[in-house]
C-alpha cells in the first residue's frame, strides 16, 4: 500500500475533525439554551417526519420557557434516553426535558424545575376484551404487560406483586404488540402513550391510575441561577392561556 | 391531537436513506482509523522490542475486551471530564469505533504476516537485507494480500456496530427507524425496512469481498480452497 494514499487518508480525516469539531465555539453575541431530548416519547418529543424537526408538547413548552428566560435561540440535542443525565452532569447540555418523572433516585443526580405534567398510567385492554376494571383489585389474576424499568412497572410490583401474572417488555410498542397478540391480556403504561394508539388500533383503555408522577425540566445539580430562571417561566406559562393552547394541541380536550 | 399516524412511504424511505448515508460515512472514517492505527500495531506486536510488544498486546488486549459501548461513553462523557479535551458526538463516535476496530485490524494484519513464510525471509536476509526492507519489500504485500477477506469482514462489522453510536446522538439508520416506530407503533415494519437497508449495503460487500480474496489472493496460500474439485 502505498505511503500517498495513507498521506491522503491522514489529511482527510484531519479534515473532518477539523470540520466537525471548529463549529461549536460559535462566537455570536445569541445566548443559546442547549436542550437535551430524547425523540422517541410522542406526543412529548418526536420527529416528524414531514420536517425532519424534533417536536412535540416538551420542545415547544421548553422553547416558551427559554424566551420567557431571556435566551434567544433553543438548540435540540437529540440522544437515548440514558445519555441525558450523563450530558447535563457533563455539561454538554444546559436542560433536559424529555417526560421525565421526577424520581428520588434522580434528585440525587440532578435538579428538576416544579413539575410541569402530571402522567397517569393508562390500563389498556384489547377492544374486544370484555374485563372491566374499576379499581386497582380487578388487575389480581390478569396477565400484564408493562415496558421494563418505568414508574408503571415498579407501580405493579409494588401494589400487586405476585397476584399478578407480569410480563416486561423493552420498548411499549412490543408491549402493545404482546396484548394484539393475546400474549397479555392487560396493559400498564403511561396515559399520554396509551392515547397515541387507541385510535389506530383495537384497544381501549377501560381505567387511570393516579400513580403520582410528574414530568419535571432538568438542570444540571447546583445550577440554581438556571432553575430559578426556568420556574418563574414555567410559572408564568402555566398559568397564562399559551398553556391550555398547547394542552389542547397535544392531547385534545 | 396528536395520535398514532402513518408515514408515507416515500418519506420514511427518505429518512432510512438519510440515516444510511450516515451510517456508511461513519463506516468508512471509523475503518481507516482503524486502518491507520492497527497496522503499526500489529508491526509493533510482531516486530518490536518487548517493551513495544507489550504497549501493542495491552492496546488490543483492552480494546477487544471492553464493549463499544462502554468505550465511547468514556470518550465522550469521561474524558471531557478528565482530561479536558471534549469531542463532537461525530468524532467520538469515528474514534470509538475506529481504535475498537484498530484493535481487531492489528490481529488481522498479525496473522496475515505471520502467514509468510519463513523460507522467504531467511533468504532475504541472507542476501543482506535490512528488516525494514524485509517487512516492506516481501512481508507487507503479501501479509496484506492474505488479510483482505478477513479485513473486509472486518468493515462489515463495523459498518453495523455504527448503530451503537445512537447512543451519542449520531442519527444513523437505526435511529431514524426508532423515530419511525416510536410515532406510528409500527416496529416490524421499520424495523424489518431497516434491516433491508443494511443488508443492501452489506451483501454487496460480501461479494465484494470473496471477488477480491480470489483476485488478489496468494495461489498456494488458500489451503484447501485451492484444490479445485
Known amino acids: ?253 | 391531537m396528536i395520535t398514532s399516524t402513518s408515514v408515507p412511504l416515500d418519506i420514511a424511505l427518505r429518512m432510512l436513506l438519510n440515516g444510511a448515508k450516515t451510517t456508511i460515512v461513519l463506516s468508512v472514517f471509523s475503518i481507516l482509523l482503524g486502518l491507520l492505527i492497527g497496522l503499526p500495531v500489529a508491526l509493533m506486536e510482531t516486530y518490536g522490542g518487548k517493551t513495544l510488544r507489550r504497549v501493542a498486546m495491552v492496546y488490543e488486549g483492552t480494546l477487544r475486551g471492553i464493549p463499544l459501548l462502554a468505550i465511547y461513553f468514556v470518550i465522550f462523557y469521561s474524558m471531557p471530564m478528565l482530561i479536558g479535551l471534549g469531542l463532537s458526538p461525530f468524532l467520538a463516535a469515528v474514534v470509538g469505533l475506529g481504535i475498537r476496530s484498530s484493535a481487531y485490524q492489528s490481529q488481522i494484519f498479525r496473522s496475515g504476516i505471520q502467514a509468510v513464510d519463513e523460507g522467504q525471509i531467511e533468504a532475504a536476509l541472507s542476501l543482506g537485507m535490512s528488516q525494514w526492507q524485509i517487512i516492506r519489500h516481501i512481508v507487507l504485500p503479501q501479509a496484506l494480500r492474505m488479510s483482505i477477506p478477513a479485513w473486509m469482514n472486518e468493515y462489515v462489522i463495523v459498518l453495523k456496530d455504527t448503530s451503537i453510536a445512537l447512543a451519542l446522538g449520531i442519527v444513523e439508520l437505526t435511529r431514524q427507524a426508532t423515530y419511525l416506530v416510536s410515532i406510528t407503533a409500527e416496529p416490524f415494519r421499520y424495523y424489518g425496512l431497516a434491516a433491508l437497508f443494511y443488508l443492501a449495503m452489506v451483501l454487496p460487500l460480501t461479494y465484494l469481498a470473496n471477488w477480491m480474496g480470489k483476485r488478489y489472493g496468494i495461489k498456494g496460500t488458500g489451503g484447501a480452497m485451492d484444490v479445485r474439485l
Open chain 1, 1 to 253: 500500500m502505498d505511503g500517498k494514499i495513507i498521506g491522503g487518508l491522514l489529511v482527510l480525516m484531519l479534515a473532518a475533525a477539523v470540520a466537525s469539531s471548529g463549529c461549536i465555539s460559535g462566537g455570536s453575541k445569541e445566548k443559546v439554551l442547549v436542550v437535551g431530548t430524547s425523540a422517541d416519547f410522542p406526543p412529548f418529543e418526536y420527529k416528524d417526519p414531514q420536517t425532519g424537526n424534533i417536536t412535540g408538547f416538551d420542545i415547544e413548552l421548553i422553547k416558551m420557557v427559554a424566551k420567557k428566560a431571556g435566551y434567544d435561540k433553543v438548540e435540540i440535542k437529540d440522544m437515548d434516553f440514558d445519555s441525558l443525565i450523563p450530558a447535563l452532569q457533563t455539561g454538554k447540555v444546559d436542560v433536559v426535558i424529555a417526560g421525565m418523572t421526577i424520581t428520588e433516585k434522580r434528585k440525587q443526580v440532578v435538579d428538576f424545575s416544579i413539575p410541569y405534567w402530571k402522567a397517569d398510567q393508562a390500563v389498556v385492554v384489547r377492544k374486544d376484551s370484555s374485563i372491566t376494571v374499576s379499581s386497582l383489585d380487578d388487575l389480581k389474576g390478569k396477565v400484564i404487560g408493562v415496558e421494563k424499568g418505568t414508574t408503571g412497572a415498579i407501580y405493579i410490583k409494588d401494589n400487586l406483586g405476585d397476584q399478578v401474572t407480569l410480563k416486561e417488555y423493552n420498548s411499549y410498542v412490543a408491549a402493545l404488540q404482546a396484548l394484539l397478540n393475546g400474549q397479555v391480556d392487560v396493559l400498564v403504561i403511561d396515559s399520554p402513550v396509551a392515547n397515541m394508539f387507541t385510535n389506530k388500533y383495537d384497544v381501549k383503555v377501560v381505567y387511570t391510575i393516579n400513580t403520582n408522577e410528574h414530568y419535571g425540566i432538568a438542570v444540571k445539580k447546583g445550577n440554581k441561577e438556571l432553575l430559578d430562571k426556568i420556574n418563574k417561566a414555567l410559572q408564568d406559562i402555566m398559568n397564562s392561556p399559551d398553556w391550555n393552547k398547547l394542552v389542547e394541541k397535544y392531547f385534545g380536550s
